[in-house]
């Protein structure tokens, strides 16, 4: 006990000489920022039953998410007056278990000339001793983007109630000698350790279309420099809320930011402001240069590999080194209108926490969700060896449609009737926009339809279609929401991606989590992931149902289903 003590002092003594200050004076500021919430109406279908969200408002970006002491934390941007963006403020919400979270006072608000216009997405980093530390993008008087730092006021406090900030704020800024675009440069990263035992932290900016990585370093976390060269730059656009961090090339295992060697690759996550889509790359860091290099074949941008192929953005991971694994956490943004979110006083959704590894191959990431989510399960059905024949669909009771967990996973034979994949098909959320449900093929569509309407009026298709491609077959995942809601003020994009799985050796799994109005669907065992946002009229508590179905000519095997209800979470 006098030990830790001692060590906080150390710890707390060292950053007051680098210029902390407490935030007291700002609550007497912005004290009406804590407190203000936007009405919203009784009757609430859309509001998830186990999503993170807070009771009302707007919310984006998780932030700073980390585990401290056996506790989670997760900060996320937040508008405190309302359910359009705005105002913004880092709230803040702790958990045991990633699935039930207490909320807590926002923990970072506009009280310095650093972040006086609004205090904008960053980052966690645990420092030695286990101290966490908070980089975060601050708007200035003139609205520059700029970089500050805070930590917590009391070390034994699980919670992290409260939070200082550094007098010497900003910490990294724009100037007319490193000619940083001042309008972009935000979302600093975890930072780590390199062989010099200097901290390294990126930057997300651009000049022109070029997306860039930019680096900073520093001995003490406090004072800070730019490296002469971005970690990695490409023409894709404005990177926002880049995140870097290395995976193991073996295991399912996660590892801290700082770890190096041969035993791991290196993974390198930005979110594309031109798109709204969460691309990764995988490569190899040389961290005496500093420099990370895509593998041959990991293609930057829209047309590689993405976290998630349907709503999901601003996604931000952490090394769990309670349970060894790494955790991503990202924003489900709606699909509905803006008249319709201030309706309903809301806007907003973390997607479930997911584990994330690198697949066997190498050449991909694979997601799957927390097994702590597996506590809510009720309500169990099973089925097996149950034949889909051509144009055929089958209800299941017996769960809670509107709020459920489903896996199921499909047998297929006569792989030689597939559809020939035409060179042109390589666009697959084009290639699910055109060949949606409805639309017959030979080996599907097949899959199940989820928040659906008796009769079908509404219903949202999650499948597969199998092509036969160039020396291989070609298994096509997609989400259609085309027909998910009488409402069509909706968004109601149809989404997709291929999935790289050999079915000629394995079943092709299926996992859909149901929460109202999300359906996060995870194919091949979460090589692909697909996040859809519908708003059914019809299909909406009680009303909803669920389906599988098989669409093709040719008849599907469901090997297993399972199924449950799922309980609520106490969230907020």
């Known amino acids: 006990m006098a030990n830790s003590n001692v060590a906080f002092f150390f710890f707390f003594a060292l950053l007051i000489g680098h210029g902390i200050v407490e935030l007291e004076a700002s609550h007497l500021v912005y004290k009406h920022l804590l407190g203000l919430l936007s009405s919203a109406p009784a009757n ?94 601050g708007i200035d008087p003139l609205n520059r983007q700029v970089q500050n730092l805070a930590i917590p006021k009391n070390l034994s406090d699980p919670y992290l109630r409260e939070w200082v900030k550094s007098t010497k704020n900003p910490l990294m800024q724009p100037t007319a000698q490193n000619q940083i675009n001042s309008s972009s440069f935000r979302d600093p990263t ?19 279309q070029l997306g860039l990585a930019i680096l900073y370093k520093s001995k003490d976390f406090v004072n800070w420099y730019q490296s002469k060269t971005p970690l990695h730059s490409a023409n894709t656009g404005m990177w926002e809320c880049p995140d870097f961090y290395p995976v193991p090339i073996h295991g399912q295992n996660g590892v801290d930011s700082s770890l190096k060697g041969p035993y791991v690759k290196h993974v390198l996550k930005v979110s594309l402001d031109n798109t709204r889509h969460d691309c990764y790359t995988i490569g190899s860091y040389d961290n005496v240069k500093d420099i990370y290099k895509p593998d041959e074949g990991s293609v930057e941008g829209d047309s590689g590999l993405r976290y998630d192929y349907g709503k999901y953005y601003a996604s931000k991971t952490f090394f769990d080194d309670f349970k060894n694994r790494r955790i991503l956490t990202g924003w489900i ?74 896996e199921v996973s499909f047998e297929i034979k006569d792989f030689e009737k597939a559809e020939v994949l035409e060179p042109s098909w390589t666009n697959p959320q084009l290639l699910c926009t055109r060949m949606g449900a409805s639309v017959k093929g030979s080996l599907g569509p097949f899959g199940l339809l989820v928040l659906a309407s008796e009769g079908l009026k509404e219903r949202t298709a999650v499948f597969f279609r199998i092509f036969k491609g160039h020396n291989k077959y070609v298994v096509l995942m997609c989400s259609d929401q085309s027909r998910s809601s009488l409402n069509q003020d909706n968004d109601m994009t149809t989404y997709g991606a291929f999935l790289d799985v050999d079915i000629r050796h394995h079943k092709l799994s299926l996992r859909s989590l149901i929460d109202h109005s999300i359906v996060e669907s995870f194919g091949g065992g979460g090589k692909v992931c697909i996040t859809s946002r519908v708003y059914p009229t019809l299909a909406i508590n009680k009303a909803a149902r669920l389906y599988a179905f098989n669409y093709g000519s040719q008849s599907i095997k469901i090997s297993k289903l399972n199924a449950w209800s799922m309980k609520t979470a106490k969230i907020n």
């Open 44 to 137: 609430q279908p859309y509001r998830t039953g186990y999503h993170f969200q807070p009771p009302k408002n707007w919310i984006n970006d998780p932030n700073g998410v980390m585990i401290y002491k056996g506790v989670y934390h997760l900060f996320y941007q937040y508008n405190p007056k309302g359910a359009v963006w705005g105002n913004i403020v880092w709230a803040h919400s702790t958990s045991n278990d990633l699935v039930n979270w207490t909320p807590h006072e926002p923990a970072i608000f506009p009280s310095q000339p650093s972040d006086i216009n609004g205090c904008w997405s960053g980052s966690a980093t645990i420092l030695p001793g286990g101290k966490p530390a908070i980089l975060y993008t």
């Open 190 to 208: 975890t930072a780590w350790l390199g062989p010099d035992n200097k901290w390294r932290v990126v930057i997300g900016s651009k000049v022109d």
């Open 333 to 406: 943004n709606e699909s509905s209108s803006v008249a319709d979110d201030i309706k309903k006083g809301w806007s907003g959704v973390h997607a479930t926490p997911r584990k994330i590894w690198l697949a066997r191959s190498r050449k991909q990431l694979v997601q799957w969700p927390v097994t702590e989510i597996e506590k809510l399960r009720t309500n169990h059905i099973s089925l097996a060896n149950k034949l889909l024949k051509g144009g055929s669909v089958i209800e299941f009771s017996g769960v809670t449609a509107a709020q459920a967990d489903v």
